[in-house]
Every structure is written in structure tokens, then in C-alpha cells.
């Protein structure tokens, strides 16, 4: 069954970093590069939602593009190792608003949810 771990998360002041890490099992490695990924989160009574994305695996000939919901756009940097099977999501100038437990899944969001991560930047 395919696993995806998330880590990194903690308690950091607003303006400050984190860079949270997630881990796709071992079961999905064959086909890690065919996915499109995303980080999402969600805070409790409402959706979780997508704030990052990456598509295209970073070759030549598959480049990979990023969006980013306007709430994160220009601090969050999403990432990719395929050869590690991790995506990686970079946050700087943290906000009290990113608190949020933090998941990533493929764009069609067909794996497994995994326990996620959470942020908390107090007010």
C-alpha cells in the first residue's frame, strides 16, 4: 500500500522558515516520475485545499512548471528529487494565516492521504 510521509512541520514566528520534506514509499518509487504532485493544507472546519503545485518531472524534454495559490505565491517554492522519490515544499516570511496541518498528494489526489504536517506561526 502507498505511503506518503510528510515531515518538517513545527511551531516557527511569523518571518521565519521551514521546508517540509514528503517521502513516497517504496510501492510508487517505478512510477514516482510519472506523477504531477501538490502540497495542500487544511485547518480544521474547512477543506483541504491546494496552495503548491508541480508538473513535468524536470528533464529536457518533460520541464516542470510550478503554481501557487496567490496566498503563498513569492514565499512558498515547491520541489522536486526524483531520484530520491521527494517533494519538498520551501517556505519563507511565514504568516500566522499558513497555520494549517500540511499534506502533499499527486495533482489527482489518487494516493493515500498521509498523516501531514502541521505549521503553527502565532499571532
Known amino acids: 500500500q502507498v505511503r506518503l510521509v510528510e515531515s518538517g512541520g513545527g511551531l516557527v514566528q511569523a518571518g521565519g522558515s521551514l521546508r517540509l520534506s514528503c517521502a513516497a514509499s517504496?510501492?510508487?518509487?517505478?512510477?514516482?516520475?510519472?506523477?504531477?504532485w501538490g502540497w495542500y493544507i487544511q485547518v480544521p472546519g474547512k477543506e483541504r485545499r491546494l496552495v503548491a503545485s508541480?508538473?513535468?518531472?524536470?528533464?529536457?524534454?518533460?520541464?516542470?512548471?510550478?503554481n501557487y495559490a496567490d496566498s503563498v505565491k513569492g514565499r512558498f517554492t515547491i520541489s522536486r528529487d526524483n531520484a530520491r522519490k521527494m517533494v519538498y515544499l520551501q517556505m519563507n516570511n511565514l504568516k500566522p494565516e499558513d497555520t494549517a496541518t500540511y499534506y502533499c498528494?499527486?495533482?489527482?489526489?489518487?494516493?493515500?492521504w498521509g498523516q501531514g504536517t502541521q505549521v503553527t506561526v502565532p499571532s
Open positions: 508541480i508538473i513535468g518531472i524536470g528533464s529536457r524534454s518533460n520541464p516542470s512548471s510550478t
Open positions: 517504496r510501492s510508487i518509487t517505478s512510477v514516482f516520475n510519472s506523477y504531477d
Open positions: 498528494n499527486t495533482l489527482k489526489e489518487d494516493l493515500r
